[in-house]
């Protein structure tokens, strides 16, 4: 059996754990605040930044899991979301309406990974 790494681990959370060849992040949120796009885009960073971190990249995302606080965001965060998916590439998907964290935080992406 493959051992569990895990990385950026507080007493909560790990922002990765990586189990055989699978990567998981933690919710990623985006500057609590600003519009749903440039929060949109302040998760895909993060997210961008952690794969790195962990082996694989956006071209290898298995499962995204987006909350939007309102429903009524999700053209203008699927806008972002749309011109960050590598094409040929889009992963299994989900989105919903949850309330969130903070009332200042707009969305949020939970992503699963295959390692490269």
């Not at 933690?26 to 971190?53: H, M, N, P, R, Y």
Request: net charge negative; charged share 20%.
């Amino acid at each position: 059996m493959s051992d569990i790494e895990r990385s950026h681990t507080g007493t909560r959370m790990s922002q990765i754990v990586k189990h055989g060849d699978t990567i998981y992040l933690a919710g990623q949120v985006g500057t609590a605040g600003a519009s749903v796009a440039q929060q949109t885009q302040d998760c895909l960073d993060k997210i961008d930044a952690l794969l790195a971190e962990a082996g694989s990249d956006n071209t290898r995302i298995l499962q995204c899991v987006i909350w939007l606080a309102d429903m009524a965001d999700f053209e203008e965060m699927n806008g972002v979301w749309d011109a960050w998916v590598p094409e040929g590439h889009a992963p299994a998907r989900a989105c919903g309406e949850a309330k969130l964290a903070r009332p200042d935080l707009l969305v949020e992406l939970i992503v699963t990974a295959a390692a490269n």
